[in-house]
């Protein structure tokens, strides 16, 4: 590390130091003109680089560095005034880089940061580094020791402020605009004489929209507003911003005016044509620095005036942004409602036909029924005189009890009579006719005649039993029909819930007809509750299951008690599973993840099932991984809580 020189000033308190980060001689040379400038009250420090200058201020925490003037020599510029940065104490430091380069691409993290403070060229001109020097420790000592008074005395060397503007420009723009435009006028009539002033009220145009203009005012008192016609309407775009020139930007450029200007008070204003303004500035070039700050200032506040205007229109689009993602959403609920309202009157609908269908089928069905049972009887009375009629009655009662055999079941009986019999069709014959033992079959083929009449009677008796079975299965499914069907009124105490579930299964029976299906059933209380909204519920539930699984998928239906005061029905299917980032949106309404796509349609299933349960005042909840999903529905004995009763009561 580079040690450190010193220049020692004896002073009372402890001097603040300016940090020269160079080598020699340049280093000398900084040194030479910044303590002329800042009247010895400043201690110079050197070093010749930023880790030198960093190591040196971390062993002396407690000093204040108004300035650091930095060589630009070597390059990397970012990265070393990064590193004086590390240090609070130089952070807060103005900072004064000297260059002998034309351009920089090695700045813009210190511009970003807000870090550079001015900028010399080396080589400069003889006092300008001085003058460098004090204006950027002035402007530091005015933020950060305004009260010490060494900041007085050195200050009190330029007469005026700390960091007082010497241009006449830069001196006028420290005024506000009343101060500004009587300074103007004051000098206009000193090159022209008096000027006289002329009252308008409110309301009166002093520049005209698409009109020449050949004039400006000067307003000494009271507001004027820029107003423009848009589609036969007058906008008004700018209010006392117009600053206290009107007019000049026309005037500048030539051309017609491009809005009205229009007082909206009482307004005190002077009239100068273009000639005599154009003569007063020729008369004293002084004026024209006059003119510009209060041009200057107007433009200010315009550009100042658009910009706002530009953050509100910014943030009335993010408003109207957000209003207009509410509406969406608002517009989304409503038409999932509406599509749960459809399928809810589909669903109501369908129970009104179900209810109606059930009806006109359950007097058939019976008549049915009691058909069937009257035609065993007359058959029985028809054939009674038949010489062998003991051998048709044993035919027609064995064929109307035999169970269905399975075709396994055929095949091994089939076997065992061609072992024993050599035709192939009278087997067929005999197996048809529901034969099956080894020594009645040999008899039976010994006599044909016996044969034929054995394969009538098992026929008659095979031909009762399809139509009691048919009938009872009609029968079946019209008591389902029934339960399914059931208006949702108040909700009904003593319901079995496993009946509920075997109608949803009978009713879906041809759809499970590709699948296993495995009930097991628990001892359940009976419940109070709706049996036809639970109904559909296992109806929504199996449905969705069948849509994931592939043929021969497995379904089990588990039903037990977790307490006292609940039943639970778990659904357990062995299909692909639900991806886990959509797990938590499948009781969405309209959200489906059927054929393995995610699908916005009519996938209100689960949507309803979710109602319904919390309805009923239970919980559902949703299990998925590869191979095994698992639904589990738990409800409350005691039936929907009380504001559901209250609610659905006509």
């Known amino acids: 590390m580079t040690r450190p020189t010193w220049a020692c000033q004896s002073a009372p308190e402890e001097p603040w130091r300016v940090l020269v980060v160079a080598t020699e001689p340049l280093a000398t040379q900084v040194r030479t003109e910044i303590e002329q400038g800042l009247s010895g009250l400043m201690e110079m420090v050197q070093t010749a680089d930023a880790g030198a200058a960093v190591a040196l201020l971390a062993a002396h925490p407690d000093w204040a560095v108004p300035l650091i003037v930095l060589a630009a020599t070597g390059g990397a510029l970012d990265e070393r005034i990064a590193e004086l940065d590390r240090q609070p104490v130089l952070r807060r430091a103005a900072l004064l880089l000297l260059t002998d380069g034309q351009c920089?691409?090695?700045?813009?993290?210190?511009?970003?940061?807000?870090?550079?403070?001015?900028?010399?060229?080396?080589?400069?001109?003889?006092?300008?580094?001085?003058?460098?020097?004090?204006?950027?420790t002035l402007r530091w000592l005015s933020r950060e020791r305004p009260d010490d008074p060494r900041t007085r005395a050195l200050v009190a060397e330029g007469g005026g402020a700390i960091a007082q503007p010497e241009s006449t420009l830069l001196t006028l723009?420290?005024?506000?605009?009343?101060?500004m435009a009587h300074r103007l006028l004051t000098g206009i009539e000193r090159v022209l004489g008096p000027r006289p002033r002329l009252y308008l009220p409110a309301g009166a145009r002093l520049v005209h929209e698409g009109v020449d203009v050949a004039a400006v005012f000067l307003v000494l008192r009271g507001r004027v507003a820029l107003d423009r016609t848009l589609d036969d309407n007058e906008l008004r775009l700018h209010h006392d911003s117009t600053g206290s020139v009107v007019g000049l930007l026309s005037l500048a450029q030539r051309e017609r005016a491009f809005f009205t200007a229009r007082a909206t008070t009482h307004v005190e204003v002077v009239h100068l044509s273009y000639e005599q303004l154009d003569r007063a500035l020729a008369l004293d070039p002084e004026l024209g620095?006059?003119?510009?700050?209060?041009?200057?200032?107007?433009?200010a506040k315009r550009l100042r005036r658009a910009d706002q205007l530009q953050v509100e229109k910014i943030r009335l689009n993010q408003a109207l942004e957000q209003e207009r993602q509410r509406l969406a959403e608002a517009l989304h609920q409503l038409e999932e409602a509406r599509l749960e309202l459809i399928a809810q009157a589909r669903f109501a609908t369908l129970g009104e036909l179900a209810a109606g269908i059930a009806h006109d089928l359950n007097n058939p069905v019976t008549a049915m029924l009691r058909a069937v049972s009257f035609l065993a009887e007359d058959l029985e009375k028809v054939v009674s005189s038949h010489p062998r009629w003991a051998l048709i009655e044993e035919m027609f009662t064995s064929a109307r009890a035999r169970a269905p055999r399975t075709t396994a079941e055929e095949r091994s009986a089939r076997r065992r009579l061609e072992a024993i019999l050599p035709t192939p069709g009278l087997v067929q014959r005999l197996i048809g006719a529901g034969i099956e033992d080894p020594q009645q079959a040999r008899a039976l083929a010994a006599d044909p005649d016996s044969l034929d009449l054995v394969e009538a009677a098992?026929?008659?008796?095979?031909?009762?039993?399809?139509?009691?079975?048919?009938?009872?299965?009609?029968?079946?499914l019209v008591k389902s029909l029934h339960a399914y069907s059931r208006p949702t009124g108040k909700p009904i105490a003593d319901v079995d819930l496993h009946a509920g579930i075997e109608d949803t299964l009978r009713l879906m029976a041809y759809r499970l007809q590709a699948v296993e299906v495995e009930c097991r059933f628990g001892s359940l209380p009976r419940i109070r509750c709706h049996p036809g909204e639970l109904n559909q519920l296992w109806t929504n539930l199996i449905s969705n299951a069948l849509d994931a699984l592939p043929a021969g998928g497995r379904i089990e239906l588990t039903t037990d008690a977790p307490d006292p005061t609940q039943v639970r029905v778990r659904l357990l299917d062995n299909g692909p599973g639900i991806d886990p980032a959509i797990l938590t949106?499948?009781?969405?309404?309209?959200?489906?993840?059927?054929?393995?796509?995610?699908?916005?349609?009519?996938?209100?299933?689960?949507?309803?099932a979710h109602r319904i349960v919390l309805m009923h005042g239970g919980t559902i909840e949703l299990e998925s991984a590869p191979g095994r999903t698992l639904v589990s529905v738990c409800l409350p004995v005691a039936g929907p809580p009380p504001a559901e009763v209250e609610s659905a009561t006509p």
């Open 458 to 476: 098992a026929g008659l008796g095979t031909a009762v039993r399809s139509i009691e079975v048919a009938a009872q299965r009609m029968c079946e």
């Open 585 to 608: 949106r499948v009781f969405e309404p309209r959200f489906t993840t059927k054929q393995g796509t995610i699908r916005f349609g009519l996938g209100l299933g689960l949507a309803i």
């Open 289 to 299: 620095a006059a003119l510009a700050a209060l041009s200057i200032h107007a433009l």
């Open 173 to 179: 723009l420290e005024l506000d605009a009343h101060d």
């Open 104 to 136: 920089h691409a090695d700045l813009a993290r210190t511009l970003d940061h807000h870090r550079l403070d001015g900028l010399v060229h080396i080589p400069w001109k003889l006092g300008m580094l001085a003058w460098q020097a004090r204006a950027q």
